[in-house]
């Protein structure tokens, strides 16, 4: 069981949108930074996003983050086929004085 | 150019002891904060330590009190000592460099622990 929760899975066509929520609490997501990563099978994960919104160098603009509350949001547009990977979503959580991930979620371009 | 290259993982027997080391180019570890992170077979990512530039550690419930995180400045390298190990343990463990943000990675080691 995951602190923060994100859906198993999530689907869309070539050339769409699609958005992976990241749910938690205000010990967590409330009051610290949200990271994303994006990891393929057999492969290290890669950072995405870091504090909430930012890009690291060399992460395409197709790739966005947001926080709203206790909750966060990855976005991705123009979606292509090598965008099939797992998604996570990271923070500190400040009650347990230690990192925490979501659950992950699986991303299948159709 | 930045790398992290861990080692140390193989087949251990539940109870057992390993060291994991982490070594890295490219910057330095004690001007940064360095975290490991795990991920059993199939399974999704587990946080398992930070180590602070001032050499605070936290530990996730599940290892303290049985993991000792440390570095060597000198070999700019990273070490994760476990201890009592548990067959849920098993996975593959990377070492990362951040606190709250992890990047880069290194491509990880993987940790059996079995009888």
């Known amino acids: 069981q995951s602190v923060l929760t994100q859906p198993p899975s999530v689907s869309a066509a070539p050339g769409q949108k699609v958005t992976i929520s990241c749910s938690g609490s205000?010990?967590?997501?409330?009051?610290?930074?949200v990271s994303w990563y994006q990891q393929f099978p057999g492969t290290a994960p890669r950072l995405l996003i870091y504090?909430?919104?930012k890009r690291p160098s060399g992460i395409p603009d197709r790739f966005s983050g947001s926080k709203s509350g206790t909750s966060a949001t990855l976005g991705i547009t123009g979606l292509q086929t090598g965008d099939e990977a797992d998604y996570y979503c990271?923070?500190?959580?400040?009650?347990?004085?230690?990192?925490?991930f979501g659950g992950g979620t699986k991303l299948t371009v159709l | 150019e930045v790398q992290l290259v861990e080692s140390g993982g193989g087949l251990i027997q539940p109870g057992g002891s390993l060291r994991l080391s982490c070594a890295v180019s490219?910057?330095?570890?004690?001007?940064?904060?360095m975290t490991w992170v795990r991920q059993a077979p199939g399974k999704g990512l587990e946080w398992v330590s930070v180590?602070?530039?001032?050499?605070?550690?936290y530990f996730a419930d599940s290892v303290k009190g049985r993991f000792t995180f440390s570095r060597d400045s000198s070999e700019n390298t990273l070490y994760l000592q476990m201890n009592s190990l548990r067959a849920e343990e098993t996975g593959v463990y990377y070492c990362?460099?951040?606190?709250?943000?992890?990047?880069?990675w290194g491509r990880g080691t993987l940790v059996i622990v079995s009888s």
């Open positions: 990271g923070t500190w959580d400040s009650s347990l004085s230690a990192g925490v």
């Open positions: 990362a460099r951040g606190a709250s943000a992890y990047g880069p």
């Open positions: 490219g910057f330095d570890v004690s001007s940064n904060y």
């Open positions: 180590i602070y530039r001032d050499g605070t550690t």
């Open positions: 504090d909430n919104d």
């Open positions: 205000s010990s967590n997501i409330g009051n610290n930074y």
